[in-house]
């Protein structure tokens, strides 16, 4: 009877030891995140409210964001645009999933089109202004930072 309230006890401070421990999934978002970090982009996690009445987008976007900021520019500049990767009224021009929440020009358009396969992640969100971009992806096992940061480096 001892030895079946030893095992229990070994088993359960085994197991919540176990249990601490990072999954796989965490290490590598963790190490993907100080990646860019290192690069220099701002690493931040936030949840994204679209205007369900003005563009047809309900669902809010929870994700991490990365952000690069022009050099020598302060904080805040005028919004250019902002797309989203999720289905709504307004998607001129724009590869298949994704439309606009703040319209841009066709050649805004025409150079995500170019761009989304180099990201090599499933584009959440992109937001283009004066003075820096801000994009907000999946974060697959196929993410890097350096493509996270290519990506963004067009938009400038």
């Known amino acids: 009877m001892i030895w079946l ?3 229990a006890v070994a088993l359960s ?3 919540s030891i176990i249990w601490l421990k990072p999954s796989p999934r965490d290490t590598r978002l963790a190490a993907l995140r100080f990646e860019a970090i290192r690069s ?3 690493v931040r996690s936030f949840t994204f409210k679209p205007d369900a009445a003005k563009t047809g987008i309900r669902d809010d976007i929870p994700g991490t964001s990365y952000t690069l900021l022009r050099r020598g520019k302060q904080q805040g500049g005028d919004l250019k ?3 989203v990767g999720q289905v709504g009224w307004d998607n001129e021009g724009l590869p298949e999933g994704l439309s606009w929440h703040n319209h841009g ?4 358009a ?3 089109s170019r761009m ?3 990201l090599q992640d499933n584009l959440l969100m992109l937001e283009v202004y004066d003075n820096r971009v801000t994009l907000m992806a999946a974060e697959n096992k196929t993410a890097s930072a350096a ?3 290519h990506f963004m480096e067009a938009f400038f």
């Open 13 to 15: 401070l085994f197991g």
């Open 40 to 42: 220099g982009l701002q």
């Open 5 to 7: 309230i030893v095992v």
């Open 116 to 118: 989304l396969p180099q």
């Open 147 to 149: 493509a996270y940061q």
């Open 110 to 112: 025409e150079l995500i």
């Open 81 to 83: 645009f902002r797309v």
């Open 105 to 108: 020009s066709a050649a805004d």
